[in-house]
C-alpha cells in the first residue's frame, strides 16, 4: 500500500476519533461482494434498504477509508469514550513475562461492553430516516442491552429475540434490556414462522444466534416502521467499532510506544476483534508495521479454525444476504457455553476476508482455559472479564509462555463479567479454591 494515505483523523486535545475507519479501502484485494439471496447477484444499496436504513446500507458497501462521525453519536460516545488502555503490570508479574501488557477495557460504557459503539450509531441512523421500532437477536445479552440503550435515547422501540441458552442462564441482561425499555423474548420463540418451525423440529434445542436473527429479520419485514439491527458481522459494524482500535493506537503513541507487536481479542462475529485489530491493520497494511493480530475463538464454536471459508447465509433460515465467510453452517447449532456471544455459526466477511489472506491468525480455546485466564486478571488487576473477553486472555497468555520477547502485547476485554458471575460461581465451585 502506499505510504502518503493519510494519518487516522483526530480533533485536537481528544483521543475519541472523529472518522470510522473503513478496512475495505485498504485490502490487497477487494471485500468479496455479499450476494442477493434470491438472484445470487452482488447485493445493491436498494437491496438492503428493506432491513436497514439508506445511511447503514451505503456504510454496509462502502470502501471509503474514512466516514465521518456524526456529532451527536460523538455526544453519546463522549458519556464513556475514551476508555481505558490499561497496563497490566500485576498481571505481568504473575505471568512470569518481560512483555508490556496492555488491556483495551470496553467495560466502562453503561451496558458494560463495545457493543454500544455500533448500538448507538444504528439508532441514530434509523431514527433520522423516520423508523420508530427496531428487532434484533442477541447471545450473551451485551447487543441487546447496547440496542435498548440506544433506543431509550434515541425514542426507538426495541425487541430482542435472546437465544434460549442465555436467556435462560443469564437472567440480569435480560433485566438490563427491559430496564432500558425492550421487550426480550426466548428463541426460539412462537411468536414468528421461523421460530414456530424450529421448535417443531427440535422443542429441546437450546437455539442460537442464526435462528434468533431469522425471528428478528421476518418480524422486521412485516412493518414498514420497524428496521433490522445486528450487532456484529456486517461490515457497517466492524466500521462503528474502529473507535476502540483507533483510540488504543492513539494511548500507545501517547504512552511512547510506537504501536503493539500482537493484539489479542475474541472473535464470535468479529465486531470486537475487528473494531480493536483493523487499525493496528491498517498499519500493517499502509506503513509496514509488523504487529500480529490473533483472533481467539471457543473451541465449541471454532468458524475460524474449522470452518470454510465459502458463501453462507448469515441465518438459520435463509432470508439474509449471502456472504463470504469462515462459516461452520447456518444450521449449526454449538454447545451451549458460556461465552453467549461467540456462539455463533459464521465469521465477519471482513474478518474472514483477513484470515483468508494471511493477515489475522486464529486460535481455538477451551472454555475451562478461558475461565482461569479471566479469574488470574480479576486476581491480579482487579477485572472482572466477561467470559467472551477470557478467550483473548487465554490465548495471550499461552503466547507468552511460549515466547518471553521483549514486546508490547495489547489485549481486547470486550466487557466486564459482573452480570456472568453465575457462570463464574459455577466454575468455582467445579474446582479448588
Given at each position: 500500500?502506499?505510504?502518503?494515505?493519510?494519518?487516522?483523523?483526530?480533533?485536537?486535545?481528544?483521543?475519541?476519533?472523529?472518522?470510522?475507519?473503513?478496512?475495505?479501502?485498504?485490502?490487497?484485494?477487494?471485500?468479496?461482494?455479499?450476494?442477493?439471496?434470491?438472484?445470487?447477484?452482488?447485493?445493491?444499496?436498494?437491496?438492503?434498504?428493506?432491513?436497514?436504513?439508506?445511511?447503514?446500507a451505503?456504510?454496509?458497501?462502502?470502501?471509503?477509508?474514512?466516514?465521518?462521525?456524526?456529532?451527536?453519536?460523538?455526544?453519546?460516545?463522549?458519556?464513556?469514550?475514551?476508555?481505558?488502555?490499561?497496563?497490566?503490570?500485576?498481571?505481568?508479574k504473575?505471568?512470569?513475562?518481560?512483555?508490556?501488557?496492555?488491556?483495551?477495557?470496553?467495560?466502562?460504557?453503561?451496558?458494560?461492553?463495545?457493543?454500544?459503539?455500533?448500538?448507538?450509531?444504528?439508532?441514530?441512523?434509523?431514527?433520522?430516516?423516520?423508523?420508530?421500532?427496531?428487532?434484533?437477536?442477541?447471545?450473551?445479552?451485551?447487543?441487546?442491552?447496547?440496542?435498548?440503550?440506544?433506543?431509550?435515547?434515541?425514542?426507538?422501540?426495541?425487541?430482542?429475540?435472546?437465544?434460549?441458552?442465555?436467556?435462560?442462564?443469564?437472567?440480569?441482561?435480560?433485566?438490563?434490556?427491559?430496564?432500558?425499555?425492550g421487550?426480550?423474548?426466548?428463541?426460539?420463540?412462537?411468536?414468528?414462522?421461523?421460530?414456530?418451525?424450529?421448535?417443531?423440529?427440535?422443542?429441546?434445542?437450546?437455539?442460537?444466534?442464526?435462528?434468533?436473527?431469522?425471528?428478528?429479520?421476518?418480524?422486521?419485514?412485516?412493518?414498514?416502521?420497524?428496521?433490522?439491527?445486528?450487532?456484529?458481522?456486517?461490515?457497517?459494524?466492524?466500521?462503528?467499532?474502529?473507535?476502540?482500535?483507533?483510540?488504543?493506537?492513539?494511548?500507545?503513541?501517547?504512552?511512547?510506544?510506537?504501536g503493539?507487536?500482537?493484539?489479542?481479542?475474541?472473535?464470535?462475529?468479529?465486531?470486537?476483534?475487528?473494531?480493536?485489530?483493523?487499525?493496528?491493520?491498517?498499519?500493517?497494511?499502509?506503513?509496514?508495521?509488523k504487529?500480529?493480530i490473533?483472533?481467539?475463538e471457543?473451541?465449541?464454536?471454532?468458524?475460524?479454525?474449522?470452518?470454510?471459508?465459502?458463501?453462507?447465509?448469515?441465518?438459520?433460515?435463509?432470508?439474509?444476504?449471502?456472504?463470504?465467510?469462515?462459516?461452520?453452517?447456518?444450521?449449526?447449532?454449538?454447545?451451549?457455553?458460556?461465552?453467549?456471544?461467540?456462539?455463533?455459526?459464521?465469521?465477519?466477511p471482513?474478518?474472514?476476508?483477513?484470515?483468508?489472506l494471511?493477515?489475522?491468525?486464529?486460535v481455538?480455546?477451551?472454555?475451562?482455559?478461558?475461565?482461569?485466564?479471566?479469574?488470574?486478571?480479576?486476581?491480579?488487576?482487579?477485572?472482572?472479564?466477561?467470559?467472551?473477553?477470557?478467550?483473548?486472555?487465554?490465548?495471550?497468555?499461552?503466547?507468552?509462555?511460549?515466547?518471553d520477547?521483549?514486546?508490547?502485547?495489547?489485549?481486547?476485554?470486550?466487557?466486564?463479567?459482573?452480570?456472568?458471575?453465575?457462570?463464574?460461581?459455577?466454575?468455582?465451585?467445579?474446582?479448588?479454591?
Open positions: 500500500m502506499s505510504a502518503n494515505v493519510p494519518a487516522i483523523p483526530s480533533e485536537a486535545g481528544s483521543l475519541v476519533p472523529t472518522h470510522w475507519y473503513n478496512i475495505a479501502a485498504d485490502f490487497p484485494e477487494p471485500l468479496p461482494p455479499h450476494l442477493h439471496p434470491g438472484t445470487g447477484e452482488p447485493v445493491t444499496v436498494e437491496d438492503l434498504i428493506g432491513l436497514f436504513p439508506r445511511a447503514l451505503e456504510q454496509e458497501l462502502s470502501v471509503e477509508r474514512y466516514i465521518e462521525i456524526p456529532q451527536e453519536i460523538r455526544d453519546v460516545y463522549a458519556i464513556w469514550r475514551t476508555t481505558p488502555l490499561v497496563r497490566a503490570t500485576r498481571l505481568e504473575a505471568l512470569g513475562t518481560s512483555a508490556r501488557i496492555f488491556l483495551k477495557y470496553e467495560g466502562v460504557s453503561p451496558v458494560g461492553s463495545h457493543k454500544p459503539n455500533s448500538a448507538v450509531a444504528q439508532a441514530y441512523y434509523n431514527r433520522n430516516e423516520g423508523v420508530t421500532k427496531l428487532t434484533t437477536e442477541t447471545g450473551a445479552g451485551q447487543w441487546g442491552s447496547s440496542l435498548a440503550f440506544a433506543g431509550a435515547l434515541f425514542g426507538i422501540d426495541v425487541e430482542v429475540w435472546q437465544v434460549r441458552a442465555s436467556y435462560e442462564s443469564k437472567p440480569y441482561r435480560r433485566y438490563l434490556m427491559e430496564l432500558y425499555g421487550r426480550v423474548h426466548s428463541s426460539p420463540s412462537e411468536l414468528t414462522e421461523a421460530g414456530r418451525a424450529i421448535l417443531a423440529a427440535d422443542p429441546e434445542t437450546t437455539g442460537s444466534l442464526g435462528m434468533a436473527v431469522s425471528e428478528a429479520v421476518e418480524v422486521a419485514m412485516r412493518d414498514d416502521a420497524t428496521r433490522y439491527a445486528l450487532g456484529s458481522v456486517l461490515n457497517h459494524v466492524a466500521l462503528h467499532q474502529s473507535v476502540i482500535g483507533q483510540e488504543a493506537l492513539a494511548q500507545l503513541q501517547a504512552a511512547g510506544f510506537d503493539a507487536d500482537v493484539v489479542f481479542g475474541c472473535a464470535g462475529g468479529g465486531s470486537n476483534l475487528a473494531g480493536l485489530s483493523f487499525p493496528f491493520l491498517r498499519e500493517v497494511l499502509a506503513h509496514g508495521a504487529t500480529r490473533v483472533a481467539a471457543p473451541v465449541a464454536c471454532p468458524s475460524l479454525t474449522q470452518g470454510e471459508y465459502r458463501y453462507d447465509f448469515g441465518d438459520f433460515s435463509g432470508m439474509t444476504p449471502l456472504l463470504k465467510m469462515y462459516t461452520l453452517g447456518k444450521d449449526f447449532v454449538p454447545d451451549p457455553i458460556h461465552a453467549g456471544g461467540l456462539r455463533y455459526h459464521g465469521m465477519a471482513t474478518l474472514s476476508h483477513a484470515v483468508n494471511g493477515l489475522v491468525d486464529a481455538a480455546i477451551e472454555q475451562d482455559a478461558a475461565f482461569h485466564a479471566g479469574i488470574l486478571l480479576a486476581r491480579t488487576e482487579g477485572i472482572v472479564p466477561a467470559p467472551e473477553s477470557t478467550h483473548a486472555l487465554a490465548a495471550a497468555y499461552r503466547y507468552l509462555a511460549e515466547s520477547r521483549d514486546e508490547t502485547i495489547v489485549i481486547g476485554v470486550s466487557g466486564h463479567g459482573q452480570l456472568d458471575l453465575p457462570a463464574y460461581g459455577g466454575f468455582l465451585d467445579s474446582y479448588p479454591r
